[in-house]
C-alpha cells in the first residue's frame, strides 16, 4: 500500500494540516489550505474516493475547491464519498457560506455519499476500510485499511477511547495523533502515545496532527510524519 502524507500538522503550523492519499487515489480528508498543494502538484487527477474523518474545518473546509475543479473539467462520473452523518446538510451550508451554490448542485448530480458509522466495513477497489468511531467531537471516524498484506491504522484526531486501542490491535502500524504536551480532551498527548508505543511494541507509530513543539518532544522516540513523505508498505 502507498501512504502519501499530504500533510502532517494542524491549523497552527506552518505545515499542511494532515491528510494522506492512499494508492494515488483515495484522498484521507481535505483541510483548509490542501486544496492549493492538491492542485498545483497534480495530486488530484486520480482522486476517485474521498473519506473525510470529521467536520471540523481542518479536515474538510477545501472540499468545495476539489468539486468546483470537477465542474471546471466537466466532470461526468460519480465521486465516491464517506463521511460521517449529515454531510449534504453540512456541504449545503459550506456552500451556501461561501457563495458557491452552483457548486452544491453539481456536487448532487456527481458526488455518490456513503455514510461512515462505527464497526462498518466498506470495500474500496483492493482494499478493506473498517470504520472506529474514536472520541473527539461527535461522529469522527478512524480507520484501518487492510489491502490483503498489511494493515494500516489511522487514528483521526481522538482522545484517548477503547476504540483507539482496538484499532491498534487491528493494525501493523498506526499513524497516530499526537496534538498535544499537555493532556488533552479532544486530542493525544505526547506521554500517552509514548505509553502505547511502549505497550504495542510490535506496532509502528508515526505522529501527525503535531505542533513543532511536539516534534521536537518526540524525537527520536517516535516516528514522526512529514509533509510530502511517502510510504510503501
Ligand atoms: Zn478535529
Not at 23 to 44: A, E, R
Request: glycine share 4%.
Amino acid at each position: 500500500m502507498k501512504i502519501e502524507v499530504v500533510g502532517s500538522g494542524n491549523s497552527w503550523t506552518k505545515r499542511l494540516s494532515t491528510s494522506f492519499i492512499i494508492d494515488d487515489h483515495i484522498l484521507i480528508d481535505v483541510p483548509q489550505g490542501s486544496f492549493k498543494s492538491l492542485f498545483t502538484n497534480k495530486k488530484l487527477e486520480n482522486i476517485d474516493t474521498v473519506i473525510l474523518t470529521h467536520y471540523h474545518s481542518d479536515h474538510w473546509a477545501d472540499l468545495h475547491l476539489f468539486i468546483q475543479t470537477l465542474k471546471h473539467k466537466k466532470f461526468a462520473g460519480k465521486l465516491k464519498l464517506f463521511a460521517p452523518e449529515g454531510f449534504w446538510n453540512k456541504y449545503e451550508t459550506l456552500t451556501s457560506a461561501f457563495c458557491v451554490s452552483n457548486n452544491f448542485e453539481f456536487a448532487k448530480q456527481h458526488i455518490s455519499y456513503s455514510q461512515l458509522y462505527n464497526g462498518k466495513i466498506f470495500k474500496i477497489a483492493n482494499l478493506k476500510l473498517t470504520t472506529y468511531e474514536v472520541l473527539h467531537i461527535p461522529n469522527t471516524f478512524g480507520f484501518v485499511i487492510d489491502d490483503g498484506k498489511t494493515k494500516i491504522g489511522f487514528s483521526a484526531d481522538t482522545a484517548m477511547c477503547d476504540s483507539l486501542i482496538k484499532l491498534i490491535k487491528k493494525s501493523s502500524h498506526v499513524f497516530i495523533d499526537v496534538s498535544s504536551i499537555e493532556l488533552n480532551k479532544n486530542h493525544l498527548s505526547v506521554n500517552e502515545v509514548l505509553n502505547l508505543k511502549k505497550e504495542f511494541e510490535n506496532v509502528n507509530f508515526y505522529a501527525i496532527h503535531y505542533l513543532d513543539d511536539v516534534a521536537f518532544k518526540l524525537k527520536r522516540k517516535i516516528n514522526i510524519a512529514h509533509d510530502g513523505e511517502i510510504f510503501n508498505f
